[in-house]
């Protein structure tokens, strides 16, 4: 029987488990280390994989039985594609599946920040009243910066557009019909921080899009601008963010990636009371997960069986 590595971030494992059957042994749970990665991935056929795990060269060159990696989401940042296609091992993940749930969150991380929800809930929490409170601030009504205009920042668009916001996009990928759905007006990225109350980033991880939000971004946003971030931590200089917190040049984040994940405790982020912050869980309702791992699981046995996965599912083909 073929074995799979499962990173132990890939829950529910109990969908995993019923979707697998009987036709891999599954072993559950390794650090995300390039080391232990070698180490676990001994002897291993598949690799079902979030974007926790270094998928790197070194890696991949050292998994000789490797067969099929299995990525859920979108991103593919944390795996080496180049390698896995020039050692001949399929790489499958799942675009798009979980488009809503993080769009859903990057409204939910908005509404928390403005309207200072945390911080009430904190405040009655130690015996204190509405009183105590500075008054929040609305997004009815606001300008709303959409930064990446795919399956999510799409998505995202088209929720804020039910809170009467005007909603502006950047993205150099699109074109002007691609966002008339939504209403969202496409403009470039100077233009869209400097206008919007709130910027969300929404866009992939590339060498393009890193370090896409730095300091001289920073400093064109509203001081009265929030920023919320559900794509990848390196699309955003964490040390410029920091600062531009720490000057007020902005007035708050919200945030659910970072460069460094997990996100250590003695993070400056969690010293903010503007701030929320939250462990990469954008995309992980029960509905989106389930849904997601299905159809991995499908996509892997796929290729397994010389099928092949669904061509939007195909990052790198496998020929068994």
Excluded: C
């Excluded at 990173?7 to 009987?22: F, I, M, N, S, T």
Aim: hydrophobic content about 40%; glycine content about 8%; proline content about 3%.
């Amino acid at each position: 029987m073929r074995r799979a590595l499962v990173d132990q971030d890939l829950q529910p494992d109990e969908e995993l488990r019923k979707r697998v059957g009987g036709r891999l042994e599954l072993d559950i749970g390794v650090e995300a280390t390039e080391e232990a990665v070698i180490e676990a991935l001994d002897g291993a056929s598949v690799l079902f994989t979030t974007s926790r795990l270094p998928i790197s060269e070194r890696v991949l060159e050292a998994a000789d039985e490797l067969e099929v990696i299995g990525k859920i989401g979108t991103g593919l940042d944390n795996v080496d594609l180049d390698a896995a296609s020039e050692l001949g091992i399929g790489v499958t993940y799942t675009p798009g599946l979980n488009a809503a749930a993080v769009a859903e969150y990057t409204v939910a991380l908005t509404l928390a920040v403005s309207r200072s929800i945390l911080q009430n809930d904190q405040l009655l929490e130690a015996g204190g009243w509405r009183n105590e409170t500075d008054l929040s601030t609305s997004v009815h009504g606001k300008t709303v910066g959409v930064v990446g205009f795919g399956d999510i920042g799409s998505r995202v668009a088209a929720f804020f557009s039910g809170l009467t916001t005007d909603i502006l996009t950047y993205d150099p990928y699109v074109f002007d019909e691609d966002t008339d759905i939504t209403g969202a007006e496409l403009t470039d990225l100077n233009d869209l921080l400097e206008r919007s109350d709130i910027v969300t980033v929404n866009a992939e991880l590339t060498a393009e899009t890193e370090a896409l939000i730095g300091a001289s971004e920073l400093d064109r946003m509203q001081e009265s601008a929030i920023l919320v971030n559900t794509a990848r931590g390196p699309v955003v200089s964490e040390s410029a963010l920091i600062d531009a917190l720490e000057t007020g040049d902005i007035a708050g984040a919200g945030l659910d990636v970072f460069e460094t994940e997990p996100l250590p405790r003695d993070a400056p982020f969690h010293d903010f009371d503007n701030v929320i912050a939250t462990p990469h869980v954008a995309a992980t309702t029960t509905e989106s997960r389930t849904h997601s791992i299905d159809a991995l699981v499908d996509s892997v046995f796929g290729m397994l069986d010389g099928d092949g996965a669904p061509e939007r599912y195909t990052a790198v083909e496998y020929d068994s």
